[in-house]
């Protein structure tokens, strides 16, 4: 008998991570964390963070290249009336003065390319009780590719709610910085509604405090290629992180989020849901959650959830949970990931009852991800979503359905 | 008054030996206030008639024509059908998740219609049509069917008959899975319709046991995809003596024969 035998884990060649299926990448992700591009190596399809991403279509955010510097950013209150500067700050700074540049460091090219082109930060500053949510609005400067570099902090005790609002034709690298102060409780909406040809690449870095709430949604529902990665780490024990997510591909469209929690401290808690609905030939979407628990975070509650509804064939879901779990005193670590199709019984059912096939599709989606808004739990926020969802959904829509929707 | 005249239909199903005809020289004219009940052994394509009205995808029409008032259904689709007149009641009524009976409901008479139901009267005949049949209000919350139980997937189907009030109903088996008291009361749902709107019925059925609820004016027996015989209620109870073995060719091993 081989008694003494030493078991050896053969290591993952990082140039074909499943070669070798016993020995899967780590969701640990020990890739470089660094402001210097030189850290990152040219993307590659064959690359485990790459491999969904279409890389010629996002060439032109690989390298360093000269920021058209068009896009505008606008900072109100949610119905457009000023704000209390008292209470949420604007300012335009340097990119190297803090609160910029302080929360991680860049865990990607993409990311390290935007900061190394971008000049200025936009820092939006909250303090205290915000009662009207902050609305930040982002226009996009046309077909010339810019970077654009955004930080969120709120200070200890804040409660606030941001809503940031992406329009127009975009070709823009936008990296985010979030850092929310012990005790705080925020709520961040990321809503990207841009041009059809519009692409978006970047990152969020996010940074919840000790016994912080976040709450951190992205919906996405137009651009050509979106790619959108969140870094997060927690402050301090009992910190919580609930990320929401909600994405709409069209055809041909390409629209990945990638989320990398990190519990690093006790007793802190995360949720991710993330849901998106698919339409047509070429519609490719990509969630890849990771979710790491260190040693040094007993007691942490995690859970990531994904599910995609195709609504026609044709379209590409890519739904990848992955869970890394490096101390055995936890409450909970759970995933779960679905690719469902609209069904036809589903479809004759609905029709039957006289509502035509198009309407049926979109009853269906706007269910799927109503669910979700509810959760939200600002009436603000969330019906402000719904009739985004709406918006996106109506599309050559009857004016008597219209009614149904907003009566609701 | 309306009329609803099926002439001479044949249809056929893709199964996995190959194309079926099911329906094979279908005629029936049914007229507004009227109850049909259709009746015969299992296999003899009662439901394929019933989805074959409602334009349901699996089955393709051969031959013939469905008028409602002179209009032919099966060029039509199955929302175009529902918006014409038409209405199934489903055997086995399809669970949509996400999509709750309010919005639902809501936007089914809205496209009926051609208008939205103003919201107050609206609320307020969803909130009566529901206590008729004795559902639970929170059902109006619940998605489409969805973890329903089958007693409760035939009331939603009778609150749909009463809410979006049709000149025609199909019945696929309305009674089947029904306690007592479920079927005295989805019966009841039925015959209030009749009533309220002159609602045409197509009652396909296995059992006597519901036409002591809804009352049939005429009877028939379906079998081999096509009516066999016509009587009046007094065929149920013959039916129910007999059987349905008189109706089937020589030798047919239908399930009833070899029951």
Redesign the interface.
Known sequence: MAENTEITIPVADPNDPYAVPAAMPSSADRAPRSFDLDAFAMPTSRQEEWRYTPLDRVAEFLDVFEPSGLTTVEVTGIDGSPLDPAQVGVEVVDRTVAPSGTVSKPSDRISAVEWNVVKTATVVTLHGDVAQPVRITVTGGGDAPDALHLVIAADAGTHADVVVEHHGMARLAEGVEIVTGRDSNLSTTFIQEWEKGSKHVGGHRIHVGENASLRHSMVTLGGDVVRIRMDQDFGGPQGDLNMLGIYFADPGEHIEHRTMVVHNHPDCKSRVVYKGALDGQGAHSTWVGNALIQPTAPGTDSYELNRNLVLTPGAIADSEPNLEIENGNIIGAGHASSVGRFDDEELFYLQSRGIPETEARKLVVRGFFGELVEEIGIPQIGDHLMSIIDRRLARGESEAMTTVWEEK | MSTLEIKDLYASVETKDGRKQILKGVNLTVNSGETHAIMGPNGSGKSTLAYTL????KYEVESGQVLLDGEDLLTM???E???AGL??A?QY????????MT??L???K???D???PA?RTWTKELTEAMKRLKMDPKFATR??NEGFSGGEKKRAEVL?LEL?KPKFAVLDETDSGLDVDALRIVSEGVNRARENTGLGILMVTHYTRILKYIKPDIVHVFADGHFVKTGGPELADELEESGYDQFLPEGADSESALA
């Open positions: 409602a334009g349901h995808p689709t199955p929302d059908r529902a918006k209405f199934l489903m009524p399809v669970e949509v998740p996400g999509v709750s919005n639902f809501r936007t089914a809205t496209e009926i051609g208008q939205a919201i998605s489409v749909q979006l």
